[in-house]
């Protein structure tokens, strides 16, 4: 212990950071923050460095040009030593990401952390939610892959049916109707500058609000008081083991078993392709070919923008001071039926996609 605090206190005293050191050995957290029943929050965040290292690291050799997209992905899966560990530590990342920014949710919601005074944690983790696969979307697109590039396609379609705004967004979005050029070069300074940006803007807010208000109370009082403990060298120290464990598990799962899925490279002409979607679209994937014609924006806009706007309001409508789950059957129950809804649309979305005796 006290090896490791003079370590961290060295390299903060290199960067001169004085008063770093000292405003973080000041600072104290509750010793809850990362316990076995929260340790969801604190992977989570771990998840978020990851993806944001290994996509520096990515972001050294790859070359957002559709000629040179492709060859840049396979040169460091193939060439660049350890080029493959960083693609997998970076796409593992986002698919564990979000099991666990619905796994750390799922617990909020039962425990009833969401309930005053902590709604705008609750807001801005739901705003999180909801950036976080944009990030995806966008990312999809770089390696310039044919499930990417026709992924894409059909993404772009569905934005372009939304009235109104649907044709402006993809104007935005890629400068015409041609997923292109202008589309990688867009799609690149989205996933790499704007989402980045937005996401630890989010993850600021998150940390503040949760800071001023403190992690909820048990539901049921604990007889071992409230304990605090120094940010640094505990907190840091309980947080570092936990990046290194997450960090070699990843690693070492995808060089030896899990190695990213890449494909063919994009190629625009072949209409032919279809794209299986990605397992946490399937739900959106089956409201889409259920609603068709006129109605496709009812399952591409309204169905999702009011489950986004339902989890974002949550707080201001189910404010009463009760958190027991029991006491909340009713709340408990709505949402139960939501999930089961999500899970069904996904399961034949898969068996639509996925299996041999599909059409
Ligand atoms: C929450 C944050 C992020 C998410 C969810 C995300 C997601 C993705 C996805 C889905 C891909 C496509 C390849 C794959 O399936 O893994 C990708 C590729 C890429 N990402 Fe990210 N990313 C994030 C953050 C970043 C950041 C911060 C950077 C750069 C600073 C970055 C740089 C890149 C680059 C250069 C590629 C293309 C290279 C390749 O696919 O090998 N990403 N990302
Ligand atoms: C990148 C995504 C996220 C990160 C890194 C993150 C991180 C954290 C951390 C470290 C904590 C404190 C420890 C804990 O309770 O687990 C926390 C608490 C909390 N988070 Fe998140 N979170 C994220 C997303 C979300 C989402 C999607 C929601 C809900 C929609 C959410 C709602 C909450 C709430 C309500 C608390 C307070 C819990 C309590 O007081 O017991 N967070 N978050």
């Avoid at 944690?121 to 950036?131: K, R, T």
Wanted: include cysteine.
């Amino acid at each position: 212990m006290k090896n490791s605090e003079n370590m961290s206190q060295g390299l903060l005293k290199l960067l001169a950071l004085d008063h770093a050191i000292d405003f973080l050995k000041n600072t104290t957290v509750s010793s809850d923050a990362l316990t076995w029943k929260r340790i969801c929050g604190s992977i989570a965040t771990v998840l978020v460095i990851l993806l944001f290292l290994s996509g520096a690291f990515m972001a050294l050799y790859y070359s957002p040009y559709p000629g040179a997209a492709y060859d840049s992905v396979q040169y460091a899966e193939f060439d660049l030593p350890f080029g493959d560990v960083i693609r997998g530590i970076h796409h593992w990342s986002w698919n564990l990401l979000l099991v666990v920014m619905l796994l750390h949710m799922t617990r909020t919601f039962f425990t009833g952390a969401y309930k005053p005074p902590r709604e705008m944690v609750w807001v801005s983790g739901v705003l999180l939610l909801l950036v976080v696969p944009l990030a995806i979307i966008t990312g999809d697109l770089l390696p310039w892959t044919q499930a990417g590039y026709w992924t894409t396609r059909v993404r772009v379609s569905i934005i372009s049916s939304v009235p109104v705004i649907g044709p402006f967004m993809v104007d935005l979005l890629q400068g015409g109707p041609r997923t292109g050029i202008v589309a990688l070069t867009r799609f690149y300074v989205l996933h790499v500058i704007f989402l980045p940006a937005g996401i630890i803007s989010l993850l600021a807010l998150h940390f503040y609000f949760l800071r001023l208000k403190g992690l909820a109370d048990p539901i049921t009082p604990s007889r071992s008081p409230k304990r605090n403990i120094a940010l640094l060298p505990d907190m840091v120290n309980r947080w570092l083991i936990l990046f290194i464990v997450v960090t070699l598990a990843i690693g070492i799962a995808t060089r030896f078993w899990f190695a990213v899925p890449y494909g063919d490279p994009a190629d625009p002409s072949d209409s032919r392709f279809v794209p299986k979607p990605e397992w946490w679209v399937l739900f959106l994937n089956q409201l889409v070919s259920i609603f068709k014609g006129p109605f496709t924006v009812v399952g591409s806009a309204v169905i999702p923008g009011a489950l986004a706007g339902l989890l974002l309001m949550l707080p201001f409508i189910s404010r009463s001071p009760e958190r027991r789950p029991v006491r909340r059957w009713k709340e408990i129950l709505v949402a139960m039926l939501i999930a089961a809804a999500i899970l069904g649309l996904s399961v034949m979305s898969w068996i639509e996609h996925f299996t041999s005796t599909a059409t």
